[in-house]
């Protein structure tokens, strides 16, 4: 993705007064305590990570989010690693980080994971399919032909206890509305979707627990969406998010999501969005339009809103 643009005005704010603002707001959308018998997931599309010139202060906000979760996916991870770098430097010395080589874009996707608590294992790499199976990649409708993801999803598996899973972390194709656009998303869901089905079903199954998350660009969560329908045609779910509240800025598309095949759905406890732009830089708020605060946002935080989902054993 190319940068935003960067706002013309500085804002001076004091890390621990916005900290203190975060905190607040996560106790008000029940985002949940780190516990040992439960485990919190989260992922996060942060915009142009490496690309954007956010300060030290930006870092520590960001870190301070990230920090509330066991796991933590993030997309576009700019091919410049400075960015993540910056955030994991930020960390508490026991979240360790795997990340992937750059692919559309020049972007990278990641994982950031508490080593305390949860193991990473052996299977860890990216999900792509063999050209000889793109024929397998059809949507009735469409007459697009697939022929292969723009950023290949990222996936990696953990230990937590007894209870093995897989991560995919997914950035899919960004274009517009057009229908072809779209129609290229939709191949890409399905394509994950019928990897989490052949998976569940192989006896060669590293885990048959496969939790999809990531910007997926779905504008809404609707039945009739070419996208959504496609990222459930093969049994992967998605949860009824508890805050009700859209995974973007501007608060009008659900872009991100985390779908789980059914061996998930008894183990969630609850799962929301954390809309951080409702909590942080009041004055700011105060004093300039709504439309350069979001553009503010957009530079040195994100245009996106982190979310997330708890499992029980």
């Given amino acids: 993705m190319p940068s935003f643009k960067k706002t013309k005005f500085v804002f001076p704010f004091t890390v621990a007064n916005e900290v203190d603002n975060l905190l607040q707001h996560k106790e008000k959308r029940d985002i949940p305590k780190l516990s040992d018998d439960k485990l919190l997931i989260a992922s996060w599309n942060i915009a142009n990570l490496g690309l954007q010139k956010r300060h030290g202060d930006h870092y520590k906000l960001i870190a301070e989010m990230i920090s509330w979760f066991d796991v933590i996916a993030i997309q576009e991870v700019n091919n410049n690693l400075s960015g993540l770098r910056n955030i994991e430097s930020e960390l508490p010395s026991h979240y360790d980080l795997v990340f992937s080589d750059n692919g559309g874009n020049n972007e990278r996707s990641a994982f950031l994971y508490n080593?305390?608590?949860?193991?990473?294992?052996?299977?860890?790499?990216?999900?792509?399919?063999?050209?000889?199976?793109?024929?397998?990649?059809?949507?009735?409708?469409?007459?697009?032909?697939?022929?292969?993801?723009?950023?290949?999803?990222?996936?990696?598996?953990?230990?937590?206890?007894?209870?093995?899973?897989?991560?995919?972390?997914?950035?899919?194709?960004?274009?517009?509305?057009?229908?072809?656009?779209?129609?290229?998303?939709?191949?890409?869901?399905?394509?994950?979707?019928r990897y989490a089905d052949l998976n569940r079903k192989s006896k060669h199954a590293f885990s048959k627990n496969i939790i999809v998350l990531g910007d997926f660009n779905i504008p809404k969560v609707d039945k009739k969406d070419v996208v959504y329908?496609?990222?459930?045609?093969?049994?992967?779910?998605?949860?009824?998010?508890?805050?009700?509240?859209?995974?973007?800025?501007?608060?009008?598309?659900?872009?991100?999501?985390?779908?789980?095949?059914?061996?998930?759905?008894?183990?969630?406890?609850?799962?929301?969005?954390?809309?951080?732009?409702?909590?942080?830089?009041?004055?700011?708020?105060?004093?300039?339009?709504?439309?350069?605060?979001?553009?503010?946002?957009?530079?040195?935080?994100?245009?996106?809103?982190?979310?997330?989902?708890?499992?029980?054993l």
């Fill in 115 to 193: 080593s305390r608590k949860i193991k990473l294992l052996e299977l860890i790499g990216e999900v792509a399919i063999p050209p000889k199976d793109h024929k397998y990649i059809k949507i009735k409708g469409i007459s697009e032909k697939f022929t292969g993801f723009d950023r290949n999803p990222y996936l990696a598996s953990f230990q937590w206890n007894n209870f093995t899973f897989i991560l995919i972390t997914v950035h899919s194709f960004s274009g517009g509305v057009k229908k072809s656009d779209m129609n290229r998303r939709a191949l890409e869901a399905y394509a994950i979707s």
């Fill in 229 to 312: 329908k496609a990222l459930l045609s093969r049994g992967l779910m998605l949860p009824q998010h508890s805050t009700k509240v859209y995974s973007n800025i501007t608060n009008d598309k659900q872009f991100d999501q985390i779908a789980f095949l059914p061996s998930i759905k008894s183990k969630i406890s609850t799962d929301g969005v954390f809309d951080f732009d409702s909590a942080i830089f009041s004055e700011l708020w105060e004093n300039v339009s709504a439309k350069d605060f979001r553009a503010y946002l957009r530079y040195y935080i994100s245009d996106h809103r982190p979310l997330w989902m708890q499992l029980k």
